[in-house]
């Protein structure tokens, strides 16, 4: 199983990124989905999960209305669009199917 992520990077305040995940070894299309992050001294927390149609999402209070988590399966992709960026969003963000995770890449919100 592999799953690597990418997208991350530096950006302003109010601005967008979108993550994307890219999985292999499993069959994609049978499984929900997850993407968490991990800022620095903080526990690792959910930030969005999709079931494994796409049909149902579900978001962390913290970034509704600003994240939106979608899947490709013909892709075996997950991508996760966040807009209007907080400085409090910079952290690693993971994609997961545990207990399978990727590496993490970075997402930094600053001026």
């Known amino acids: 199983v592999q799953l690597v992520e990418s997208g991350g990077g530096l950006v302003q305040p109010g601005g967008s990124l979108r993550l994307s995940c890219s999985a292999s070894?499993?069959?994609?299309?049978?499984?929900?989905m997850t993407w968490y992050r991990q800022a620095p001294g903080r526990e690792r927390e959910v930030v969005a999960a999709i079931s494994n149609t796409g049909r149902s999402t579900g978001y962390a209070n913290s970034v509704q209305g600003r994240f939106t988590i979608s899947r490709d399966n013909t892709e075996n992709t997950v991508y996760l669009q966040m807009t209007k960026l907080k400085p409090e969003d910079t952290a690693v963000y993971y994609c997961a199917n545990p207990p399978y995770w990727g590496r993490g890449t970075q997402v930094t919100v600053s001026s």
């Open positions: 070894g499993f069959t994609f299309s049978r499984y929900d």
